[in-house]
Structures are given as structure tokens and as C-alpha cells.
């Protein structure tokens, strides 16, 4: 899977938790810092996790199972399994292999792969990788809206020519949210890492006096309604938004035919005291019926998660934080083992409660007392 000595796993991995105190003995405290942080006083961070440890099963038993699988179809493609990889930044601070790394433990175990504009690795670079194997999930691209659209339709052109499948713009995230342990930490980007699929500078933010940085600089170069249209017009490729937590925002891009939401609050790393994402779910499924794609983030840990979260209306998962632990732990050895530990984990959470296909998974699975 690498080109490197294959990275032996630690005996003491178990599960994904266990992989996050051997990527802390491996990463600088800076880096450590930056991945794990989230906003503010971390509420939604630890929200995420603990919504999905609320959640009760309620399982079938004495059915058959022959057959069973994890397949399902999306947009346009078989997925083996519906997870794939969340957009993280800069993963060549976990590992020197980063991005390329993960793309070939996702492509080994069917597992999609999402690429952050901010990937330390050339797209095309990690587009080879997953089209190496037959067998895989999808491949998206990740997007920040850049106030230049000479810039945009560049990129744009780049990533289909790449082989990309689809887009996920990210929605959320306008400006960094107050990350107090990344502050402390003293992070920065270390010289050798940047997002080599971006390129260039920015253009520079012009003030008069007395304005603010934020409202009179940054925001009117943010992403508005108009710029999804742009996108859908300049763009053969789908197009998802990624961080919508709102069922009116939910309605509107449906409204402006996204091709699906990834319902996210940013791992908890933008505005702190948001609802966890267990529990913004199904009010946006709700919002937009059955038919509209959506997908979840934050705090997935567990196989039973993955049944948890499609009981409650989604159609993926995205895996984030504990596949760069894994990363950092074991390089493309380390990913490919989580993955797989959470595959097998999902396939014993369908057979427990007697779930023969994703098709089978719904709310009936999900315990409410009787209140």
C-alpha cells in the first residue's frame, strides 16, 4: 500500500479511540493541538460524541441474513461501504506520506475518499491513488469559496481534469473559529507544509479606518446563495454543501438543486454550542424528504455509529479525526487497519439487529422509552 517499511499497529489497538494517545506520543504538541482542537470551550466537540453514545439500539433477531452486505448506491456510484474520509487539512503533519497515504488505505478497503482544498499533496497525486483500485468508494473534492473567479474556474478545471467525481463546498467556515487549545499551543504551519493545490496569495484585505477585519473585510469575500449557482453553472461536477445545520438553509439548497448536504458543525472547530450532529440529523432529513442525499460528520467512532446515523436518516458518513490518528500512528498500514476495524464493526452492528442491507437500516432500530 506504501511505498515506505510497512508500519507495524500497535497490540494495544483494539479499536479507532485506541489509535489517539499513539498519535499523540508521534505528532509535535502543535500539530497534536491543531487536529484535536475544537472552538471555544470544545462543547460541540465533545457533544458530537457523546450524542452517538446516547443513542440506543433496538434491535430483530431470528432473520435471514444470507446475503447480507454494506453496498449502497450514490450518486451515481456503488460505494462498498457508505463511509468515506472527511476533508482534513494538511496531513503531512501526521505523516510525511499525509494525504497519498490515506487516499491508498481508502482505496484497499472501499472506503471513499473526500480531498481537502488544503491537502499537503497534489490532487492528481492522490486521484492515481484511489484510481488504482477497481474496487473503491468515491472521490470528491473539497472547496472553500476564493473571492476571484478567474482563480475558481482554474481550480474547478483542474479538479474534474484530475478525475474527481463530485464537490463539497464547505459552508461553515467563513472565518476560523476561536480555537483556544490550537492558540496555546503556539500552532503554525511548519515551512515545508502548505496547501500545494491552491497556489498564489490571496488578495490583500484594503480597510478604511475605523472598519473591521471581519464584517467589512473578510465576510463580503465569503460564499452567499449566488456563489452556489456559480458553482452549478461552472461545473460538470455535483455539487454538495458541507455544513449546513439549518433545516430553512436545508430547503434552499434544495431549492438551488445541490446535489446533496453533508450535515456538519465543523468537528465542533468553528462556532462552539452548536447541537451535535446526531441530533440535527434527522430534523434535516425532515426538512428535505427522502430523496435529497445527506451525509454526517462528527464524532463517528464506532460501526454501531455508522448504523446509528443511517437509522436516522443519512445515506453516508464522513470518518474524521480518528483516521489521521491512525495515520499518524501507522502511515497507510494504520488507516487502512481502522477502516477496516470499522467496516467489520458495521457489519456486526446490521447482523445484531438483524439488518441484511443498508436498505434495512431505518428508525425502527432506534429505542425511545415510552415517555
Known amino acids: 500500500m506504501s511505498g515506505g517499511a510497512l508500519q507495524q499497529i500497535p497490540p494495544d489497538v483494539a479499536n ?123 472521490l470528491w473534492f473539497q472547496l472553500y469559496w476564493r473571492d476571484d473567479p478567474g482563480f475558481m474556474r482554474e481550480l474547478l478545471g483542474r479538479v474534474e481534469a484530475a478525475g474527481y467525481e463530485a464537490l463539497v463546498l464547505t459552508v461553515d467556515a467563513p472565518v476560523h473559529g476561536a480555537r483556544d487549545r490550537e492558540r496555546r499551543a503556539g500552532f503554525k504551519l511548519p515551512p515545508q507544509i502548505r496547501a500545494v493545490n491552491l497556489g498564489g496569495l490571496k488578495r490583500p484585505v484594503e480597510l478604511q479606518p475605523g472598519q473591521s477585519l471581519l464584517f467589512d473585510g473578510l465576510m463580503p469575500r465569503s460564499a452567499t446563495w449566488t456563489q452556489i449557482d456559480w458553482l452549478r453553472e461552472h461545473s460538470r461536477l455535483p455539487l454538495l454543501l458541507k455544513g449546513v445545520v439549518h433545516p430553512d438553509d436545508a430547503r434552499e439548497a434544495q431549492r438551488r438543486d445541490v446535489a446533496g448536504l453533508v450535515v456538519s458543525n465543523h468537528g465542533g ?91 434495512e437500516i431505518g428508525p425502527h432500530l432506534l429505542w425511545r422509552s415510552q415517555e
Open 269 to 359: 472547530r468553528t462556532l462552539d454550542t452548536l447541537p451535535p450532529t446526531a441530533a440535527l440529523l434527522p430534523r434535516l432529513r425532515e426538512a428535505v424528504g427522502p430523496e435529497l442525499p445527506l451525509l454526517v460528520d462528527g464524532g463517528i467512532r464506532r460501526g454501531t455509529d455508522v448504523l446509528k446515523a443511517l437509522a436516522l436518516g443519512a445515506d453516508a458518513v464522513l470518518l474524521g479525526r480518528p483516521y489521521v490518528h491512525a495515520l499518524a500512528t501507522a502511515g497507510a498500514h494504520g488507516v487502512a487497519h481502522a477502516l477496516r476495524l470499522l467496516r467489520d464493526e458495521f457489519e456486526i452492528a446490521m447482523a445484531l439487529s438483524g439488518c441484511r442491507s443498508c436498505d
Open 16 to 138: 479507532l479511540a485506541d489509535f489517539e494517545p499513539h498519535a499523540r506520543e508521534r505528532m509535535s504538541p502543535e500539530a497534536f493541538a491543531y487536529l484535536n482542537g475544537g472552538a471555544a470551550d470544545e462543547l460541540t466537540l465533545r457533544a458530537n460524541r457523546a450524542a452517538w453514545d446516547a443513542i440506543q439500539l433496538w434491535p430483530r433477531v431470528l432473520r435471514d441474513l444470507s446475503g447480507g452486505h454494506t453496498r449502497i448506491d450514490l450518486l451515481g456510484r456503488r460505494w462498498p461501504v457508505p463511509v468515506a474520509l472527511a476533508p482534513i487539512a494538511y496531513q503531512q503533519l501526521a505523516h510525511p506520506e499525509g494525504e497519498l497515504a490515506s487516499a491508498l488505505a481508502a482505496a484497499a478497503q472501499g472506503v471513499g475518499l473526500v480531498l481537502s482544498a488544503q491537502s499537503s499533496v497534489a490532487m492528481d497525486v492522490v486521484a492515481r491513488a484511489m484510481a488504482s483500485e477497481t474496487e473503491r468508494g468515491p
